[in-house]
T-cell receptor, first 114, second 110 residues
């Protein structure tokens, strides 16, 4: 089991550029989560999918952020245009459906917007 | 809003000593999870507590869920350098949303 796979591991981009973060969840996990982690705000849930359908996107900061899950094995988080305040570590996590399971996190993408 | 508060935010612990970290919610939780994140790493799931008053042990780690299901604690005995990291609790509310605390960053002094 390769775990949750995220790419890239690091991304440095200029303000105004589009950024796309990618995630491959664990096979068989029906729930997928995107989190953002900063020192000031901790771990924030951005969006949550169940069976490829967005269930809760109330954590998405603004219209510059969008997320898709075209199939059970792939999800993207896009920021367009990026701003310096978007600099953070973005984690993708997956879990089986239901409340009995912990989340498996990917290694994260460290995004720096200059 | 629904959130869990963790105290303390930071701890320096002498190797070999015990320490406890706490997690509190103002409203009742359906369950609570604990995670550990090593420096530069990602959160790793440790355990989930579901029942009122539940106690679970993992080697030197003891997890408790309060009787009112509003608080939880993690107690580590005989601290080792491998215990360094940030410990997060995450409380699940009735709407199935999991809310992470801001974590307790633990530094182990050799």
């Amino acid at each position: 089991d390769a775990g949750v796979i995220q790419s890239p591991r690091h991304e440095v981009t200029e303000m105004g550029q589009e950024v796309t973060l990618r995630c491959k969840p664990i096979s068989g996990h029906n729930s997928l989560f995107w989190y953002r982690q900063t020192m000031m705000r901790g771990l924030e849930l951005l969006i949550y999918f169940n069976n490829n359908v967005p269930i809760d996107d109330s954590g998405m900061p603004e219209d510059r952020f969008s997320a898709k899950m075209p199939n059970a094995s792939f999800s993207t988080l896009k920021i367009q245009p990026s701003e310096p305040r978007d600099s953070a570590v973005y984690f993708c996590a997956s879990s089986p459906t239901g409340t009995k399971h912990g989340y498996t996190f990917g290694s994260g993408t460290r995004l720096t917007v200059v | 809003g629904q959130q869990v508060m963790q105290i303390p935010q930071y701890q320096h612990v002498q190797e070999g000593e015990d320490f406890t970290t706490y997690c509190n919610s103002s409203t009742t939780l359906s369950n609570i999870q604990w995670y550990k994140q090593r420096p530069g790493g990602h959160p790793v799931f440790l355990i989930q507590l579901v029942k009122s008053g539940e106690v679970k042990k993992q080697k030197r780690l003891t997890f408790q869920f309060g009787e009112a299901k509003k608080n939880s604690s993690l107690h580590i005995t005989a601290t080792q350098t491998t215990d360094v990291g940030t410990y997060f609790c995450a409380g699940r509310y009735g709407n199935n949303r999991l809310a992470f605390g801001k974590g307790n960053q633990v530094v182990v002094i050799p």
